[in-house]
């Protein structure tokens, strides 16, 4: 892991958050989205984006607005930039930039931010043993830190091995080996202070009773909170026909055309601490008509009050 304070030359730079703001404004707003090979430069046999794919993002994420949204399988800096510029063109205005470039030479994790990063942390040289052979996580985590007046969190966001199959090592095995590398931050950062705030969100590749989801979730006190928001089509309450089980309201996330398969892999994890913050009806999946003509995921949404509970 490095520690960086890095932003781009040509990002432009926003004043710190007051407190006054953050007593006024008193909720923040934090997504996550995978935007499905978001490339404009030719690398590998991965396609690039067009210009209606990239409208479509645009639009997918205007309806979120969200204070500080995390994006896997962004491509090079100057996509990331091209994309927040075309955000303010819109009338998002989130200057501030970060963009982890780890193994992948291709695809990366990054955010965009209405707020100043307090701190960036890098974790872009994570590797695992796997069956006596070295291996790297791919995408790496990209950790950022934020203060809102007397309220501080941090974000934490991954790319898990996907499923497809490759050469090296089984995808299964691999994915399962990058969620115990993370979760290793985890347990690292609420060992340090059981109380911190903090979200672990992207795409983890895998459903939340999989193996890797549930070894980053994790058990007992330390164990992270699902937000798990669902559509706003009317849905409420609990499961009436078993309430060990999740409600059955529209919570999928992510589209596999190989098997024509709904599925939910884009998490936002919380701390205990940081849970208590939720504001679960401020919380959803956005509906965009179209949606999949941007990419084969939905963003995912949570609302937070910036105020220690």
């Known amino acids: 892991m490095r520690l960086h304070k890095f932003f781009f030359a040509t990002v432009l730079f926003a004043l ?13 707003r934090v997504a996550t989205y995978n935007v499905e090979n978001y490339i404009l430069e030719p690398i590998q046999n991965r396609p690039l984006k067009k210009p209606q794919a990239q409208e479509k993002i ?72 796997l069956n006596g052979r070295r291996l790297h996580v791919s995408r790496g985590f ?3 830190e934020f203060a809102l007046g007397r309220y501080s969190f941090s974000l934490i966001t991954a790319h898990l091995k996907s499923k497809r ?11 399962l080996q990058e969620a115990l590398r993370l979760r290793r931050i985890v347990d690292a950062k609420l060992k340090a202070n059981p109380e911190v705030n903090f979200a672990v969100l992207g795409d ?10 549930k070894a980053l979730v994790g058990r007992g006190k330390s164990q992270l909170i699902d937000v ?38 884009d998490f936002i994890l919380l ?19 179209n949606w999949g003509h941007g990419s084969d995921h939905r963003p995912v949404v949570a609302t937070f009050l910036a105020e220690d509970k």
């Open 271 to 289: 701390s205990p601490s940081m849970a208590k913050e939720l504001d679960r009806a401020n919380s959803w999946i956005p509906v965009v008509g």
């Open 204 to 213: 983890f590749n895998d459903y939340y009773n999989s193996k890797p989801v």
């Open 228 to 265: 798990r928001p669902g559509e706003r089509n009317g849905d409420t309450g609990l499961n009436l026909i078993n309430t060990k089980w999740f409600p059955r309201n529209v919570s999928w996330t992510h589209f596999y055309g190989v098997e024509d398969v709904y599925s939910r892999i």
């Open 16 to 28: 710190p958050w007051p407190l006054g703001q953050a007593q006024a404004q008193q909720t923040f």
């Open 58 to 129: 645009v639009e997918s994420i205007l309806t979120t607005n969200p204070d500080v949204i995390a994006l896997q399988e962004m491509g090079k800096k100057t996509a990331l930039i091209k994309l927040q510029a075309a955000l303010k063109a819109k009338g998002l205005d989130l200057p501030h930039a970060e963009h982890l470039s780890a193994f992948d030479p291709a695809i990366h994790v990054a955010y965009l931010s209405r707020f100043p990063f307090k701190r960036i942390m890098r974790h872009d040289n994570e590797s695992y043993l």
């Open 142 to 144: 990209a950790e950022v």
């Open 165 to 175: 199959e490759v050469a090296v090592a089984d995808e299964a095995e691999m994915r």
